[in-house]
């Protein structure tokens, strides 16, 4: 029989496993999964620091995020199955954060990968330093001579991150290049 858990599932679905990560970890406390989900956000968790440092490729990272929401669904299911309808209902309702409204930039975890795929194909190693220069000038102002294309867009990422400006990346990089845009969705 289907539950509200099902919001979970689009938290999943939506590049949000962050969300879903969070719900598990409360719902699950002191139950059978709590060590499997615990484990899942440690890789979620390690899996952020790989890409905001640069260390795993897009291929990679799109794989490890593939394996733990795969477990995150498993565990969705099982919870499904084992836990009465009732819980799970006064659990979620209880979580207003679990509610479908806009999560907020701060709040929102956002699908790196396909971000900088985005930007690696839609600028040249130019049109990206000019495209910094413009709109990002803390980002231009530290490009080294002899710094790669992909360290170039590691920096642009991890300020955008850092200080909560990947809307505004996002706003700009769809309007530089709507078709590229289009092509590398889902962001978040």
């Known amino acids: 029989m289907p539950t509200k858990l099902h919001q979970l599932k689009t938290y999943i679905l939506e590049d949000q496993s962050s969300h879903a990560i969070k719900a598990l970890l409360e719902l699950t406390q002191g139950k059978d999964y709590e060590k499997t989900v615990i484990l899942q956000s440690a890789n979620y968790n390690r899996l952020q620091r790989e890409i905001n440092s640069g260390l795993i490729s897009a291929e990679n990272v799109r794989l490890e995020q593939a394996r733990i929401n795969h477990a995150l669904l ?8 084992e836990l009465p309808t009732a819980i799970i209902d006064k659990f979620l309702n209880k979580n ?9 930039p701060k709040d929102r975890s956002y699908n790196l990968a396909n971000i900088h795929q985005l930007l690696d194909q839609s600028l040249n190693d130019s049109e990206l330093e000019t495209f910094c220069m413009l709109h990002f000038e803390k980002v231009h102002n530290d490009f080294g001579l002899g710094q790669s294309k992909n360290q170039k867009i590691n920096a642009l990422l991890g300020y955008a991150k850092r200080y909560l400006e990947m ?19 889902p962001y978040f």
């Open 96 to 104: 207003s954060s679990l509610s479908s409204e806009e999560v907020s």
């Open 167 to 185: 809307e505004k990346l996002l706003k700009l990089m769809q309007t530089e290049n709507p078709a590229r845009y289009d092509m590398h969705k």
């Open 74 to 81: 498993y565990i969705i299911d099982k919870l499904e199955e």
